[in-house]
């Protein structure tokens, strides 16, 4: 049986990929408790908003990809 899809993969906002340059190397996708950012590796956690995904979270997950 098949994993059921728990979230969307969403287009990142320029104001999100001026945050660091590192934001292009992880997807950024929402889940019913908010945004989150992921690479095959790991994910943060979920954020009300995607610009409230600190700067440190991201190069972090982007670390890990």
């Known amino acids: ?3 059921k899809k728990t ?3 969403v287009t990142k906002p320029k104001e999100y990929l001026d ?4 934001a292009k190397g992880c997807t950024l996708a929402k889940d019913k408790d908010g945004y989150f950012c992921y690479t ?3 994910r943060s956690k979920s954020y009300k908003t995607i610009m409230s995904i600190p700067k ?4 972090f ?5």
Do not use: F, W
């Open 7 to 9: 979230h969307t993969v």
């Open 19 to 22: 945050k660091t340059p590192k």
């Open 61 to 65: 997950i982007e670390s890990t990809g």
């Open 40 to 42: 095959h590796r790991a």
């Open 56 to 59: 440190s979270v991201i190069e």
């Open 1 to 3: 049986m098949a994993k």
